[in-house]
Nanobody
Framework: QVQLVESGGGLVQAGGSLRLSCGAS????????MAWFRQAPGKQRELVAR???????NYADSVKGRFTISRDNAKRTVYLQMNSLKPGDTAVYYC?????????????WGQGTQVTVSS
């Protein structure tokens, strides 16, 4: 059983910064792409940033230039550095990873961490 555990959320004022972390544990053959999603109240879950195993990244337009995704493959951990935070960034942030189990790949989700940006 694979688990993703996020940390680093909290309350911050607009313009501030937070760094989210997500570590994978359990029986894992390999981890492919990792990503951060977020879901604000009343809205659909949306992709924030994604990073491949090789380090290629892509970002939602709303966070480009402010957020940076990175990963440490040896630690099975993905990070999201969030700068210049805005009240519109308030949401529950979820970690996602493509995990290989034998010949199969499946998506795995963390439990989410709350990020609240006050104006």
């Amino acid at each position: 059983q694979v688990q993703l555990v996020e940390s680093g959320g909290g309350l911050v004022q607009a313009g501030g910064s937070l760094r989210l972390s997500c570590g994978a544990s359990g029986t894992i053959f390999s981890i492919g792409a990792m990503a951060w999603f977020r879901q604000a109240p009343g809205k659909q879950r949306e992709l924030v940033a994604r990073i491949t195993r090789g380090g290629s990244t892509n970002y939602a337009d709303s966070v480009k230039g402010r957020f940076t995704i990175s990963r440490d493959n040896a630690k099975r951990t993905v990070y999201l550095q969030m700068n210049s935070l805005k009240p519109g960034d308030t949401a529950v942030y979820y970690c996602n990873a493509d995990v290989q189990d034998g010949d199969d790949w499946y998506g795995c989700w963390g439990q989410g961490t709350q990020v609240t940006v006050s104006s």
